[in-house]
């Protein structure tokens, strides 16, 4: 069965797509730890790296990285409600899809310590 809302075009679309991308946030907030401590952290390191006198690729480097680990923690808290929504059970498949996603944010948050740390040196 397709999504009714797939024949929506131009303008209402564009507004739909916003209006689903906001709520997607608010939910983030309101129900994701994680999301909230990355988002505070985000908040100390996106001013940092525009006050750090760097060229603009850097800054745009390091914060295209702290962003990243926000989108992949998105990502992530869709794999886990999705997971949950199809049974809470334990089941072997299901810790996997929750681990892979950790794994996934792990990386990012890993990536932002190596920009970091090389466009600091």
């Known amino acids: 069965m397709e999504s009714p809302y797939k024949g929506k075009t131009g303008l209402k679309r564009i ?9 997607g946030l608010a939910a983030a907030f ?15 390191l996106i001013p ?12 745009c480097l390091m914060i295209a990285s702290v962003i990243a680990v926000l989108v992949v923690e ?33 990386l990012s948050l890993i990536n932002v310590v190596i920009v970091w740390t090389l466009a600091l040196l």
């Not at 739909?16 to 709520?23: E, I, K, P, R, T």
């Not at 940092?48 to 800054?59: E, F, R, V, Y």
């Not at 808290?77 to 299901?94: F, K, N, P, W, Y």
């Open 30 to 44: 309101k129900h994701e730890d994680a999301f909230r401590q990355e988002i505070a952290l985000a908040c100390v």
């Open 74 to 106: 998105l990502l992530n808290s869709g794999i886990e409600a999705v997971t949950d929504r199809i049974s809470l059970e334990d089941h072997a498949l299901a810790k996997r899809a929750k681990d892979l996603g950790s794994a996934a944010v792990l």
């Open 15 to 23: 507004w739909n797509a916003l209006s689903y991308s906001c709520d």
């Open 48 to 59: 940092t790296a525009l006050w750090l006198p760097l060229g603009t690729a850097l800054k």
